[in-house]
């Protein structure tokens, strides 16, 4: 019983002795990357250079240190040949790459000093948040790939440590998704807006039309009237629609709406009367 109390004793002793730097080093990380998402037309004459971010966040013990070094790499994806990067539908790829900056000329790997490196300042806090941009680009000209989304899975890998202290490691995986070829339409047109019957100098009058728009996945279009306003028998107008969206690679369904301001009197020269417009509608992507 004497030498079973003894080594307890001297455990106890022992962990107590611990440099006060190996019980104090807190420091924890994550990584959290956003994906990638582009619509590629190979006819475009030009790379397709698509932005995203990868978000940093450590905490700390009130004890550490207010500063912490860190490396931010990139790994080559799930279809890599060599250094090179490919997104994959079915048997074909398409070629496409990370950088550092937007003109595709510092790479984000794993390999070299093409990473993120720097020094995370807590500024006093327990905690910090960094958020680094970083940009896919996508070489022009690959052509004959069949019609859809190209995909891949990279992995972003945060070292994180001080000097003389041991370095710790934190991933975060992300998807890269390009979509082609860049078309857009409108595949359901709009029909008639009609405002119903208008009293002289009464209420307001409303009025809809639906009409569909299938785009790409991932691409921007913007969408205009050659006119937002009109005049029909003497009684103002005035129509408004969506700026625009992202497709979606399904049919999107969208509203004009217009109304025509309350208190007019408008021009009719008998007890009923009725007028039409025609507007344009112009999709642009």
Known sequence: MKTNATLSLMLVLAW???????????YSCSVTPSGIGAAYD???GAAKVTQSSVTVTCLRAASDSGTLDYVLTASNGANSTGQGNFARLGAQTMSYDLFRDSLC??????????????????AGALSTTLTLDYWACIPAGQTGLAAGTYTD????????GNTNKTLQTATGGFGAAISTPAQCLISSPPGLIDFGTYVAFGGAATGSTTFGVTCT????YTLAL????????GLNYVLSLP??????GAQQMLSITG???PGQAGQCGAGTCSGTNLHTLTLTY
């Not at 611990?18 to 019980?23: G, K, N, R, S």
């Not at 899975?153 to 994180?160: G, H, R, W």
């Not at 996945?217 to 921007?220: D, F, K, T, V, W």
């Not at 700026?243 to 979606?248: F, S």
């Open 42 to 44: 190979p006819l475009a």
């Open 16 to 26: 107590c002795l611990l440099p006060a730097d190996a019980a104090h080093a807190l």
């Open 217 to 220: 996945s991932y691409l921007s």
């Open 105 to 122: 000329t510092v790479r984000w790997r794993s390999t070299g000093n093409n990473y993120f490196s720097g020094t995370l300042n807590f």
């Open 243 to 248: 700026a625009g969206g992202v497709g979606t």
């Open 226 to 233: 050659d006119a937002t306003f009109g005049v029909l028998t």
């Open 153 to 160: 899975s990279v992995v972003a890998t945060l070292t994180y």
């Open 259 to 261: 109304s025509v301001p």
